[in-house]
């Protein structure tokens, strides 16, 4: 018995993984039909990459996606504000670019749905997608507290998003 995946397989689960966790329509809008899988040794997907660009990993103790830069900003793309966004401050914009996490003072608005461990998308006040990262408070908190980290940022778009505008 065979537990590899067929990759039309591979992209239906990924798909359906995404539209779990992001609301319907995610996993077409993050995953094209070009994609290709990396595999564990047990079979099992691990990561999805668009070319040379990682677009998102399985994490393996829940089954849950932990995106890339590129996956991220077709999400934003996708999803409607204020879904699964937190905006900083203009101020401390180029630092969470760069891939600093973004911290609770300098939140100045989050989606109410936000939960501590949830993949959010770090945006400007004007939703210019700056990093994506894993909260680690939920989205009221993150406006209630001023102290402590609110998104701890897995990747940056880095300076070149600063020269888009």
């Known amino acids: 018995m065979s537990t590899e995946y067929s990759n039309d397989s591979s992209l239906?689960?990924?798909?359906?993984?995404?539209?779990?966790?992001?609301?319907?329509?995610?996993?077409?809008?993050?995953?094209?039909?070009?994609?290709t899988f990396q595999f564990s040794t047990t079979g099992r997907i691990r990561q999805v990459r668009l070319g040379k660009e990682r677009l998102a990993t399985v994490r393996a103790q829940d089954g849950r996606l932990t995106l890339g830069i590129t996956a991220a900003a077709r999400l934003c793309a996708h999803l409607a504000p204020p879904a699964y966004r937190v905006?900083?401050?203009e101020d401390v914009a180029p630092f969470v670019a760069d891939g600093k996490n973004a911290m609770a003072k300098h939140v100045v608005a989050a989606d109410e749905g936000i939960r501590a461990g949830d993949e959010v998308l770090v945006v400007t006040g004007d939703d210019m997608?700056?990093?994506?990262?894993?909260?680690?408070?939920?989205?009221?908190?993150?406006?209630?507290?001023?102290?402590?980290?609110?998104v701890k940022v897995r990747q940056g778009r880095g300076s070149e998003c600063f020269q888009e505008r």
Request: include cysteine.
């Open 12 to 35: 239906r689960r990924i798909r359906t993984i995404a539209d779990f966790q992001f609301g319907a329509g995610a996993g077409v809008a993050i995953f094209p039909d070009e994609c």
């Open 87 to 89: 905006a900083v401050q």
């Open 129 to 150: 997608l700056l990093a994506t990262g894993a909260a680690l408070l939920s989205g009221r908190e993150m406006l209630a507290f001023n102290y402590g980290v609110a």
